[in-house]
């Protein structure tokens, strides 16, 4: 009996043996089936799935590019920096000779046409006035890149007043043995338009934007402003230029191209170009520290210009 029991007993083990060999198969057979569905799900679906956002990416830039803020660039008026004597000497030249050449630059460079005209925003509170072509806002002449003089108007020299208040500030200024003196006074018309136009034609429109005004939209042909010593970039630092930006409101002047209000005037810095306002004006301006486009509300940009010529 022990003997037939032993035996059963073998059997019945080695019958075991054999159905837990064949689980153990089949969860193997089962993990592999399982890791095969996950690997082609990672091969095809997956990777589908990562090249769908890598597409997408560029797309996102792209849409970023494109609501990047425009700047608009800022420009000086009188000479820069490295040729300033050649255009401040020949714009004392009569400016007959270049006509055909400069008609065919203005009409060229006309930036605004009639049907995409944009009206250049005025702050509330500020009362524009246009009397013979000539701008006044608050009362007050202006000249910038927005609004410019009529080809007639030719005061044909330094206005009274201002050169009166610059008599005197010189007299001071040698007095204190520092010494001023006009290096650009009154421009007109043609003499600006001869100056840029040669620019333009050598360079393109803008290049000469950036080392001149457009005909009309200087200053000079005011007869309010007047470049003081010289227009170059050494003058920063010098008891001139010192002694200027701290008088020159006394007598009526501001500094009319101020550091750092780039953005308002539409032109780089300019330390010794100075426009007269009155010496009520010149004070409040420059106590606190404003230029005249932030003071009267009002823009310098070509794209609003309207000129009448
Ligand atoms: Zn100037």
Not at 35 to 63: Q, R, T
Request: charged share 25%.
């Amino acid at each position: 009996m022990r003997t037939m029991d032993n035996e059963m007993q073998r059997r019945r083990r080695r019958a075991q043996q054999r159905r837990d060999t064949a689980k153990a198969y089949g969860v193997m057979v089962g993990f592999f089936a399982f890791l095969m569905v996950m690997a082609i799900y990672f091969m095809f679906f997956h990777n589908k799935d990562s090249e769908g956002k890598a597409a997408e990416l560029p797309k996102v830039v792209n849409e970023n590019k494109n609501t990047q803020e425009v700047n608009f660039p800022v420009s000086s008026p009188d000479e820069s920096a490295g040729t300033p004597a050649s255009a401040e000497a020949t714009s004392s030249q009569p400016a007959q000779t270049d006509a055909s050449a400069a008609e065919s630059v203005s009409s060229q460079d006309a930036p605004q046409t009639p049907q995409n005209k944009v009206t250049a925003p005025v702050a509330e509170g500020h009362t524009l006035e246009v009397k013979d072509g000539v701008t006044y806002v608050d009362g007050i002449l202006v000249v910038n890149k927005t609004y410019s003089l009529p080809r007639t108007y030719a005061p044909g020299g330094l206005a009274p007043e201002a050169e009166a208040a610059f008599n005197q500030m010189a007299n001071d200024s040698w007095g204190e043995g520092i010494g001023l003196f006009i290096c650009s006074g009154y421009r007109t018309y043609q003499e600006q338009e001869e100056v840029y136009n040669r620019y333009a034609n050598e360079r393109g429109t803008e290049e000469a934007d950036k080392v001149s005004s457009r005909p009309g939209h200087s200053e000079h042909q005011s007869g309010l402003s007047m470049d003081i010593n010289t227009t170059d970039y050494w003058f920063v630092g010098t008891p001139q230029q010192l002694w200027l930006e701290a008088h020159c409101a006394d007598y009526g002047f501001i500094i009319r191209f101020p550091e750092g209000k780039e953005s308002y005037t539409g032109f780089e810095y300019e330390p010794w170009h100075i426009r007269y306002v009155g010496v009520e004006l010149a004070k409040k301006l420059t106590e606190q520290g404003l230029c005249l486009e932030e003071y009267l509300g009002i823009t310098s940009d070509y794209r609003y210009a309207t000129d009448q010529n």
